[in-house]
């Protein structure tokens, strides 16, 4: 096809069969159109209407590739650089103790108002004691990550009794008792997003983990009120158990951050499991009567699992 545009016209002083077909060069072919005989109307625009629209959604997309995603405001360059351009799997962790910390601390800055996910909260005793454990597990995961070599081993065998119905029935129970520590992190961070971003929560699912907590109670027990060196023996197992499934993650610096947050918060619930169950579940009924009151978590949407 040229490049010029065809417009079918009508001469005046001739007839209607005398038409004739000019080009129109210099002219773009959304301009031109059929012309009325015996009228100096302009070139009826038969195409605008219909580019309009898919005009419209062209500068959309274009925006939307365009504009920058939205980026943690606790990421630093280097760490943005890293997370663009991750190493290998299997590769050393590129990053540093003191690096890994500093992401940690930076959420439990007391002079903040904002909510933080996987906050201690009420389950700590002090800021001292919390902040030994953070570092202690910020050292063991580096540790691993810096050494991708070494095997990783489950150290605590022998508290479970083996292919026998004692041991399944003590793997049960150490399962369900971490089960219901991370239900209470879920829990905790769900009333975060009613009370402060409903579309993100919905109440059918804050009632779920009430539930759950609740059920999980009927294992848990307070190794500082029993006192027995084999409840002593159960929690040292369980925090082996985590620290050999936290092991088997990724490792980028803010994913490693997080990381150390939430496993600090289990292995901290998992020593009063019975109180914190207690606690967890009663802050958790006043969101949801809080939110009920007020009308919120309206959204009716598909539920979005924090864990995906």
Not at 120 to 142: H, N, P, Q, V
Not at 213 to 221: P, S, T, W
Not at 262 to 290: C, G
Request: hydrophobic share 30%; with cysteine.
């Amino acid at each position: 096809m040229s490049s010029t545009s065809a417009t079918l016209s009508v001469d005046s002083g001739e007839g209607p069969d005398s038409r004739s077909l000019r080009s129109q060069p210099g002219t773009s072919q959304d301009r031109n159109g059929p012309l009325r005989s015996g009228s100096n109307f302009e070139p009826v625009n038969l195409s605008r209407l219909t580019k309009a629209g898919s005009a419209i959604n062209q500068i959309k997309r274009l925006s939307r590739r365009s504009r920058r995603p939205p980026i943690d405001p606790s990421c630093e360059p280097g760490s943005m650089e890293l997370q663009e351009n991750p190493q290998p799997r299997g590769s050393p962790a590129q990053c540093q103790v003191d690096e890994i910390l500093k992401l940690v601390f930076s959420g439990a800055d007391k002079a903040k108002k904002y909510p933080e996910f996987d906050a201690i909260g009420f389950y700590a005793k002090t800021g001292d004691d919390l902040e030994c454990l953070w570092r202690s597990e910020t050292e063991r995961l580096m540790d691993i990550a810096q050494y991708p070599n070494t095997p990783i081993e489950f150290s605590r065998q022998e508290n479970f009794q083996g292919d026998t119905e004692k041991g399944y029935r003590d793997i049960f129970r150490q399962c369900q008792r971490l089960l219901t520590a991370i239900t209470i992190c879920l829990l905790d961070n769900d009333c975060i997003n009613a009370e402060h971003c409903g579309q993100f929560s919905n109440q059918q699912r804050l009632s779920d983990f009430i539930k759950q907590v609740f059920k999980g109670q009927g294992v848990a027990e307070s190794i500082e009120s029993t006192g027995s060196v084999e409840a002593q023996q159960r929690l040292e197992a369980t925090d082996a158990l985590i620290n050999f499934i936290s092991a088997t993650l990724l490792w980028q610096k803010n994913v490693l951050g997080v990381l150390i947050e939430r496993i600090t918060k289990i292995k901290l619930l998992i020593i009063d499991l019975n109180v914190n169950s207690t606690i967890a579940v009663r802050t958790a009924e006043a969101v949801l009567s809080n939110v009920r009151e007020s009308g919120g978590m309206r959204y009716a949407g598909g539920d979005m699992n924090e864990e995906e």
